[in-house]
Every structure is written in C-alpha cells, then in structure tokens.
C-alpha cells in the first residue's frame, strides 16, 4: 500500500474579526486565515472474507434449530413439524471501515499573573521591564487590604492528539466496529466478487463518505488556537469489507 502526501486547506477567518468569549477579545491575524492540513491516506483495500461453513452445514443447523428463530422474535414458540424452511442462500454483505489519527501541534497565548511585595516599583524578566499594578478586592462587600501584582504575556506549546475507529454498514449506518465479524481474507476478492454475481449486495453510499465522517469527529481546533506547528491528518486504514452471510427464509 503506497502512501501519499495530500494538502487540505481550511479557512478560519475571514479578515480580522473579533471574537468574544466572556470578558476576552480574541483578535483573529490574517496570518492565521489560512492553514494548511497535511493528509496522509492510503490506498482503500478490498477484502473479502472466505467461507467458514458450507450450505448443506448451515442447513442442518437451521433445521436443527429454526423453532428457536421464532422464539426470539417474541413469538410463541411453535412445533418444529409446523415449520418449513423454503430457502437457504449465500449474499456478501459490505460494509466500510476507517481508521484515523490526528495530530495539532500549536502555540496558544497565555498570562501568567505574579504577586509581589509592596515595596517592589518594577520587575526586569528577560530585559523587559514590568511595572505592577495596584489590586483592589472585595471580598462579601469589604474591601481588603490592596497588593501588587505583574502579568507576563506568554505562548504555551500545546500537543493535541485524537484517534477514530468508525464502520457503516450498506446504507451508511454507523455500527460499532468490535462487532464486525472477521475471518481469513480471500487472495483474489475482486474475482471472488464477480463470480457471484448478484449476490454481492451493493453498497449505498460512496465509500470514501466514511473519511468525511472520521474528520469532522477528529479534526477540531481549540478556540485559544494562535500558531501552529504543525497539524496532521492520517488515514492509518480504509476499506471495503464483504463478508458472507446465508438467509434463511422460513
């Protein structure tokens, strides 16, 4: 499976505009309207899964067992000479998988607030001076004593990682993927496919819906963003995996 490189562009802000989340205004730079997303995606793979049980096997179990299949469906269980099996036949059923993993390196602003003693006039960090500020608070409508204090303005280097394991049946259901049902694989699907015809049910969704999926549930950016170092999306799997079933129609 050779991987390639991929770029995807998403627009964060329009010009500068301002966004305000409580007492914060959070001013959008232009250098940050447009960013770019690495995407890694391999090839999608075909597999399809290889028979386990043959039909004349399936069909003793269904004859064995077919007063059971009532009962499950919440029926009163009826006598095994009042049932008849009319039919017992082999489909391949699809369905798609998809795993992801996203990385977002990036810096976001912080303040860090120092108190100091009252005797101080200025502070020097890194040659740059810092006057403090007089604090006056209240505390259940009494005024306590004032005290000083200096802010620093700071960037944090922040790692956001997240990964998704998502699988939609034939119409496009998400099902959960630890229930799919797994088997040896066939060597040649795409022959396997073709020689049954119009038992291989149809998928009714385009295959690739399912990365549109996983990206809109990984794929997010913090609100306090500012630069980013680097931001990846990586498709670590995707396929389309038809597995045989038999229906029995009783």
């Not at 964060?12 to 205004?25: A, C, E, P, S, T």
């Not at 630890?178 to 396997?192: F, I």
């Not at 799997?237 to 038809?242: D, G, K, L, P, S």
Request: aromatic share 8%; proline share 5%.
């Amino acid at each position: 499976m050779r991987a390639y490189d991929a770029v995807f562009i998403i627009r964060l802000f329009k010009g500068n505009r301002l966004f305000r989340r409580g007492d914060d205004v959070l001013v959008a730079s232009r250098l940050a309207e447009e960013e770019k997303i690495i995407e890694r995606m391999g090839k999608r793979k075909l597999v399809v899964h290889k028979i386990a049980m043959d039909l004349e096997n399936v069909k003793n179990i269904v004859e064995k067992d077919k007063t059971g299949f009532f009962a499950k469906l919440g029926f009163i269980k009826p006598k095994h000479k009042e049932i008849e099996c009319e039919s017992v036949q082999l489909f391949y059923e699809p369905f798609v998988v998809a795993k992801a993993n996203y990385l977002l390196d990036y810096y976001k602003k912080r303040t860090y607030t120092i108190r100091v003693s009252e005797e101080v006039s200025e502070v020097i960090i890194f040659d740059q001076t810092i006057k403090p500020t007089v604090m006056k608070k209240r505390v259940k409508g009494l005024l306590k004593r004032p005290y000083k204090e200096i802010m620093l303005d700071a960037q944090e280097r922040v790692i956001h990682e997240a990964t998704a394991n998502v699988a939609l049946n034939r119409t496009g259901r998400e099902i959960d993927p630890t229930k799919l049902p797994s088997a040896p694989a066939e060597p040649e699907p795409e022959k396997v496919l073709k020689g049954r015809g119009d038992k291989t049910r149809k998928l009714k969704i385009p295959p690739d819906s399912i990365i549109d999926i996983i990206r809109t549930r990984i794929v997010k950016r913090p609100r306090d963003i500012g630069r980013i170092a680097k931001e990846t999306f990586e498709v670590t799997e995707h396929a389309v995996i038809y597995t045989p079933i038999y229906e029995a129609r009783c």
